[in-house]
């Protein structure tokens, strides 16, 4: 089988969960799959990154669009005008795109990823015009695709409950976590790598996150700061400012000392692993995800996990993870402190339990799952 890759909307270090998951698929379908020829359709922004990701597999190949992503109506332009045109010479037998949108016409069949309806819940992440157009091309790839992936049964809800697709059409497809989240780092390497990034002498409480209004990031600098002459610890946010920044601003100035806050973006795999397996309890405020994917891979790392009930985070965390109400003013708080109040023998056991799930996923079944959809589309 001969799939073609839309990765159109890639831009390496803007686009959160959709980039690892991505990345990760298309290695393990390269590295797994070699009886599977990949066709990437790529942009100058993620070229590079995509050659390097994939530069040992033999049944991939690149077709690059030369062309700024960065600017998003000239992306939306290219992949509806030019992209049909190069699909069609390269004489592929199925297109997959996994950045919500897809070619309106196409000269083979066609796969798309929608990973949440996000725009739809919480429309105050994006302009009003990113909306409306985000809207348009969303719907019309539900139309125009024969199947639709979903990363979660949430998800495939959210896609039947704002598009009208019938869930017929919908198959979930879970994402997961790097093995390497899981692997120790030797304690002189993790002093290295993390020297230049948070102080050595302090536990620390983390996050990742983008600050879109939904990731609820001003409520957990609020409950920190609750905490904040209580606990030693510092709180470490790893995302970069988006919409819902000003909010995050605000609760910021109204702690005692900001300096406890450590703003970090843009950081190296290992960096990522090293801040997961060091801190001692990553919290994930999210009030609405797709799938969830930091909460699965703090569950790799082998840390206690706080995050909320909501969307689909609870298909992922199980009964591995700790949760508060959102909605509660003080939970938050409180559960920041119950969890460090935990025994070494509590928490070595809510570790145990967080990890035994976590490997159930992987991205070997995420990749074979997906060539699955892909064969079906064919039929």
Same mark, same amino acid.
């Given at each position: 089988?001969?799939?073609?890759?839309?990765?159109?909307?890639?831009?390496?270090?803007?686009?959160?969960?959709?980039?690892?998951?991505?990345?990760?698929?298309?290695? @393990?379908? @390269?590295?797994?799959?070699?009886?599977?020829?990949?066709?990437?359709?790529?942009?100058?922004?993620?070229?590079?990154?995509?050659?390097?990701?994939?530069?040992?597999?033999?049944?991939?190949?690149?077709?690059?669009?030369?062309?700024?992503?960065?600017?998003?109506?000239?992306?939306?332009?290219?992949?509806?005008?030019?992209?049909?045109?190069?699909?069609?010479?390269?004489?592929?037998?199925?297109?997959?795109?996994?950045?919500?949108?897809?070619?309106?016409?196409?000269?083979?069949?066609?796969?798309?990823?929608?990973?949440?309806?996000?725009?739809?819940?919480?429309?105050?992440?994006?302009?009003?015009?990113?909306?409306?157009?985000?809207?348009?091309?969303?719907?019309?790839?539900?139309?125009?695709?024969?199947?639709?992936?979903?990363?979660?049964?949430?998800?495939?809800?959210?896609?039947?409950?704002?598009?009208? @697709?019938?869930?017929?059409?919908?198959?979930?497809?879970?994402?997961?976590?790097?093995?390497?989240?899981?692997?120790?780092?030797?304690?002189?390497?993790?002093?290295?790598?993390?020297?230049?990034?948070?102080?050595?002498?302090?536990?620390?409480?983390?996050?990742?996150?983008?600050?879109?209004?939904?990731?609820?990031?001003?409520?957990?600098?609020? @409950?920190?700061?609750?905490?904040?002459?209580?606990?030693?610890?510092?709180?470490?946010?790893?995302?970069?400012?988006?919409?819902? !920044?000003? !909010?995050?601003?605000?609760?910021?100035?109204?702690?005692?000392?900001?300096?406890?806050?450590?703003?970090?973006?843009?950081?190296?795999?290992?960096?990522?692993?090293?801040?997961?397996?060091?801190?001692?309890?990553?919290?994930?405020?999210?009030?609405?995800?797709?799938?969830?994917?930091?909460?699965?891979?703090?569950?790799?790392?082998?840390?206690?996990?706080?995050?909320?009930?909501?969307?689909?985070?609870?298909?992922?965390?199980?009964?591995?993870?700790?949760?508060?109400?959102?909605?509660?003013?003080?939970?938050?708080?409180?559960?920041?402190?119950?969890?460090?109040?935990?025994?070494?023998?509590?928490?070595?056991?809510?570790?145990?339990?967080?990890? !035994?799930?976590?490997?159930?996923?992987?991205?070997?079944?995420?990749?074979?799952?997906?060539?699955?959809?892909?064969?079906?589309?064919?039929?």
């Amino acid at each position: 089988m001969k799939v073609g890759v839309n990765t159109l909307f890639l831009i390496p270090g803007e686009v959160g969960g959709t980039e690892t998951y991505l990345r990760q698929t298309l290695k @393990a379908i @390269a590295g797994h799959f070699p009886d599977v020829s990949l066709v990437l359709f790529t942009n100058r922004e993620n070229e590079s990154v995509l050659r390097k990701d994939l530069r040992s597999s033999g049944n991939v190949c690149f077709e690059l669009l030369d062309f700024a992503a960065t600017n998003r109506h000239v992306r939306i332009l290219r992949e509806q005008v030019e992209l049909p045109g190069r699909v069609r010479r390269s004489g592929i037998d199925v297109l997959w795109s996994p950045g919500y949108t897809a070619p309106f016409f196409c000269s083979c069949p066609q796969v798309v990823t929608i990973p949440d309806m996000q725009y739809k819940t919480f429309p105050q992440d994006l302009t009003f015009t990113a909306r409306m157009v985000t809207d348009i091309l969303v719907k019309c790839a539900t139309r125009r695709c024969r199947r639709i992936i979903a990363i979660s049964e949430f998800s495939r809800d959210e896609i039947t409950k704002y598009t009208h @697709a019938g869930k017929d059409r919908i198959d979930v497809v879970p994402l997961a976590a790097d093995e390497s989240f899981g692997d120790t780092i030797p304690q002189e390497k993790r002093k290295s790598l993390m020297a230049s990034l948070i102080p050595e002498d302090r536990p620390y409480l983390l996050s990742v996150a983008n600050t879109y209004p939904h990731k609820n990031i001003h409520s957990l600098v609020e @409950a920190f700061g609750k905490l904040e002459n209580r606990l030693s610890h510092n709180l470490v946010i790893v995302g970069n400012p988006r919409l819902g !920044e000003d !909010e995050v601003q605000k609760a910021l100035g109204g702690l005692c000392d900001r300096n406890r806050v450590i703003r970090l973006n843009k950081l190296s795999s290992e960096q990522m692993v090293c801040l997961y397996q060091g801190c001692d309890i990553f919290v994930f405020p999210s009030l609405y995800e797709g799938f969830g994917l930091p909460v699965l891979e703090a569950m790799m790392a082998g840390v206690p996990v706080l995050t909320t009930k909501n969307a689909s985070i609870p298909e992922v965390g199980g009964d591995g993870v700790s949760y508060f109400d959102p909605r509660e003013r003080d939970d938050l708080a409180v559960k920041i402190q119950q969890i460090i109040g935990l025994s070494r023998q509590e928490r070595d056991s809510m570790v145990g339990r967080a990890r !035994e799930i976590a490997k159930k996923f992987c991205w070997k079944r995420t990749a074979q799952k997906s060539l699955d959809v892909m064969r079906k589309a064919l039929e």
